[in-house]
């Protein structure tokens, strides 16, 4: 699995970090780059967590379609 460079346009509205894929286990998902290390300039931090590659992609490529 190789991360779509779409991926780090998503960001989170907690603490404005980049999502990055991941497979764990088998599993595809997105999570918040700075979710184990920082706190943000927002002084948040995100709760460790993900969630799944294929919804998402899914309706990134409905959006996509429809706009062409």
Not at 5 to 21: E, W
Not at 30 to 37: F, K, L, S, T, V
């Amino acid at each position: 699995f190789t991360p779509s460079p779409a991926a780090s346009v998503a960001t989170s509205t907690r603490c404005g970090g980049n999502y990055t894929g991941y497979v764990q286990h088998g599993s595809r998902g997105y999570r918040c780059g700075r979710a184990n290390w920082t706190v943000s300039s927002t002084g948040h931090r995100c709760p460790p967590g993900s969630f799944p590659a294929q919804p998402v992609e899914e309706a990134v490529w409905v959006a996509v379609k429809e706009a062409l």
